[in-house]
């Protein structure tokens, strides 16, 4: 449990190894701030949807999942895409009404991030990787965890050196967007040292 | 807008992935290899287009307040087919693209161009607009695939263009290429050479160093 933690944190991080999230990666990236608040949401997110899904896998759409009421032949995982989907955009607009309603700080905000979240692939493709890895319910919870936080860590860190780089004397068809891919890459190089990293 | 602009306009000027940042995802991840890359832009450009069409055609029945959801579920479905037909009669790609076929679905140029173009124009624009943009996503996907495959193992689609040393050639493979690093540092020296091309796609500078204002 505690290697699938920290594989999904460091070595398969979503966004440096999966490349996932991309887009909101690039364009929330410019202020530790705001960086911060987008990461916390994903965590928030992927820790509802990916054990949510995980349980509507395991009793719905599996092969045999029906096998309780005698319906043992019937499978259904080529619904898995559009059941995933539509549980996380209906989680993510339940989550925004409970926040506004009973924690109205953290609405404030978290709030413009979370729409951006249902059509955000880092939420999708971790529900996808814990379906396609067949994780039980227990290690979905760890591996959302793991997942959500390795994004954060990403988008955090990339923020902070883009905030330096702003005093950077880049060159100007290299400025903003082709440098963030340039800096990306080299962070994705360095997480990639804890490929070989097994738990102790 | 002409036909003709719609179609070209995104190949360059206004190319969806390297100007407007969208549908990276997609396009680093399947770049690793030219069949890999081709096969997600032919997936990629059949939702496109039929995604496009189809809102387009219904997009007077749409309400207004459920257009992300109705919008969304086309998509989904239509992903869905593309995937099962791809694991009917390309298994082997379709292992090798994993997951990154079903999230064509999250994919923010299908959705960025059913709500701001075919919710306001009639099918046939739209669809040559989803043309359009598909080939812009193409053409990214197939140059960051050419240039890795072959600084990453100097073959092309099997054929040998580099010969490599083990081969007996000169020419020494790049492992990193094969990475995951490489992506996106081949991307962000694409949008380097672009905008380099098109100096109007340059973006301001966040912060003008002191003494340098006048500097262009």
Known sequence: ?200 | MSTRRLLTDPLVDQNPVTLHLLGICSALAVTTNLDTALTMAAAMTVVLVLASVIISTIRRLIPQEIRLIVQITIIATLVMVIDLALQAFLFDISQRLSIFVSLIVTNCIILGRAEAFAMRNPPWPSLVDALGNAAGYSLVLVVVAILREILGTGDLLGYSVLPTVENGGWFEPLGFMALAPSAFIVLGLLVWALRALRPSQIEAPDYAARGTEGRP
């Not at chain 1, 994903?42 to 054990?51: D, G, I, K, R």
């Not at chain 1, 009793?59 to 995933?84: N, S």
């Open chain 1, 1 to 200: 449990m505690t290697d699938l933690f920290f594989r999904a944190i460091l070595a398969e991080n979503l966004a440096l190894s999966f490349f996932l999230g991309m887009c909101t990666f690039l364009a929330v990236s410019r202020k530790v701030g705001t960086a911060t608040g987008l990461g916390i949401a994903v965590v928030a997110v992927q820790m509802v949807t990916v054990p949510l899904n995980n349980l509507v896998h395991a009793f719905l759409l599996d092969a045999g999942a029906w096998g309780w009421i005698g319906l043992a032949e019937v499978d259904l995982r080529f619904l898995r895409l559009i059941t995933f989907i539509g549980i996380i955009a209906a989680t993510v607009q339940i989550l925004e009404m409970v926040l506004d309603r009973f924690f109205p700080a953290l609405f404030s905000a978290l709030g413009i991030y979370l729409p951006l979240l249902t059509v955000n692939c880092a939420i999708l493709g971790g529900s996808l990787f814990m379906a396609d890895r067949g994780y039980g319910f227990g290690e979905s919870v760890v591996y959302a965890a793991g997942g959500g936080i390795g994004w954060a860590l990403a988008v955090m860190v990339l923020a902070a050196i883009r905030e330096r780089l702003v005093y950077a004397d880049v060159p100007p068809a290299l400025r903003g967007v082709g440098m963030a891919f340039v800096v990306t890459g080299l962070m994705s190089m360095g997480f990639s040292v804890f490929a070989g990293m097994a738990a102790p």
